[in-house]
């Protein structure tokens, strides 16, 4: 896929890509895609935006990829018996809440998926304001990131589990970042080593509702 494709092109492309090769994307990809993440936009109210959105690049080839990968895996254990905790006094939240149930168990088993398993896991922290609206902020910095690397014909899969990292002081640490002062996400990248069957989309005409 090369980086003249049109936008339509780019955006039908897309895809979460959870499986990769050995082989390591360029510094200089890399910087273009977190280029396309500062380009997104930011909440103006809430922050300055010059010193709003930092970005860490962490290669599995760097030992503190384990140590992320394992403070994440202990802290999934946590998340996982509060959350069953909760759903213990809430029907609903027990019914709803199995799949994401399932998802913290696995991470706490077997570790996060994209931390370690791709090439690059990087963290995005957006500094906390008012409006608390940061994970927004972060949503449209990741699919600029998303489109920029499908464009260079990379993977790239969200490691959502990070935006729950904030709240531990040891990962903030091991990123150097103050704990406490940033809302996070995180996303994978890496060379595709799968090409995922299209879901199904809903039609235009299924889902809008127009009034002209
Ligand atoms: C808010 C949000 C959080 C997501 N978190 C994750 C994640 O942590 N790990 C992952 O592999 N995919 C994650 N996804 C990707 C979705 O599973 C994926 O976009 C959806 O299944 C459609 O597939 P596609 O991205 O290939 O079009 C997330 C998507 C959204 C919108």
Redesign the pocket.
Known sequence: MSIDQNLDEIIKA?????LFTSEMPTKEDIKAIIQAGVLAPFAGLANTGKDGRKFIVVSRNNPLINQLSSVVKNRAGVFAEQFNAQTNSNPILRAQGQGFLKRLEMTAQQGP??IGSAPYYIVVAEKRGIPDVQHKSL?HCMENMWLKATALGLGF?????TTQMEQDNEFCNLLSLPFGEYRLDGC?IGFPAQN?PQ?IRSSIDDVTTWFL
Do not use: D, E, K, W
């Open positions: 897309r895809r979460s890509i959870r998926l994209g949503a899969h969200l490691v959502t589990i994978a995922p879901p």
